[in-house]
């Protein structure tokens, strides 16, 4: 067997209606103040090892550059044996387009680093067909860490109750000269979009019940989904469900969400329940997440102050 090119899938986020950062970096700096993020992800526990994703990010207005800044690092674990760990600076400028209309574009750069961890493969020269592993390898080791980077495109359209948005990671990949450094990535692309409505009127926040619907489609070519989310507020509580399709593979699943709203602070989580699972039991995925909401440091001047719906 002869291989060319090996690539790896891009990290996957249920909460992409929560994590705005990694689903579009245009979204950075929409909370008028500073915004600290962090989101932790597990898959196939039952798996030695499993697939662990941990996410943190932080955005705001810079007044010297008259723009918005986000830092967002990511750090995967495949069952172990794969680390990556990657960080991208952005910036996110905005434009009206009309009044309460606004057009925001970033763009963003940075580094990821994959660690192989030598000591927990398996190669085939180890095995012997009655008693399994009974030796050392001969193998040429894969290197145990490299270090690419990275780059991303996001825009964004929105107004007080509406958004939508387009974003490309791996960027890079694109040019020739890092298509010859045989980048583990494959360009990602992603369009997404949500609203904001309630059953009371005069949008009277309080009593009320607040309706998120959310949509996101991603294509790539290793994996290709679409998912759709409608969260329901009453109050501090958040409560949802959610839906993906994934393609080509035909797997449906369905995504419980619960989580709880303060001033300063939003909590929230789901479980994702894999229709046709293959390995292990259907509730193989859980996510939770964390947001704090900073003091503003100066003033933004701003022509009208706007925010992203369900934020």
């Not at 674990?77 to 209309?101: C, F």
């Not at 259907?282 to 001047?301: A, P, V």
């Amino acid at each position: 067997m002869f291989v060319n090119n090996i690539f790896a899938q891009n990290t996957d986020f249920t909460q992409f209606h929560t994590n705005r950062l990694y689903t579009n970096i245009a979204f950075a700096g929409m909370q008028q103040c500073p915004q600290l993020y962090t989101s932790y992800r597990t898959k196939h526990t039952e798996l030695e090892g499993g697939y662990v994703s941990a996410f943190a990010s932080v955005d705001g207005y810079i007044s010297m550059l008259e723009g918005d800044v986000a830092i967002k690092i990511l750090h995967d674990i495949q069952q172990n044996i794969l680390h990556s760990t990657g960080t991208i600076m952005s910036y996110a400028k905005e434009y009206k387009l009309r009044k309460h209309l606004f057009l925001k574009a970033a763009l963003g750069a940075g580094f990821t680093n994959n660690s192989l961890f030598n000591s927990q493969l398996v190669f085939s020269d180890m095995l012997h067909p009655l008693y399994g592993i009974v030796k050392e390898s001969d193998e040429n080791k894969i290197a145990n860490s490299q270090m690419f980077f990275d780059s991303e495109l996001g825009c964004l359209v929105y107004n007080m109750n509406f958004y939508a948005g387009l974003s490309i990671k791996h960027l890079n990949h694109f040019f020739s000269y890092a298509r010859n450094k045989n980048i583990p990535y494959v360009p990602v692309f992603s369009a997404h979009a949500g609203t904001e409505f309630s059953n009371s009127k005069g949008f009277e926040r309080k009593g009320a019940i607040w309706f998120y619907p959310h949509l996101n489609v991603t294509v790539s070519r290793l994996s290709s989904y679409i998912q759709s989310n409608m969260i329901v507020m009453l109050s501090q509580l958040q409560t949802g469900i959610g839906y993906r399709q994934n393609f080509p593979i035909s797997n449906e699943t369905f995504v419980i969400f619960v989580g709880f709203v303060e001033k300063k602070y939003k909590f929230a989580y789901n479980c994702d329940v894999e229709i046709k699972s293959k390995i292990g039991g259907n509730f193989k995925t859980h996510e939770i997440s964390f947001t704090y909401q900073f003091d503003c440091i100066g003033k933004r001047k701003k022509q009208s102050a706007v925010k992203a719906p369900g934020y």
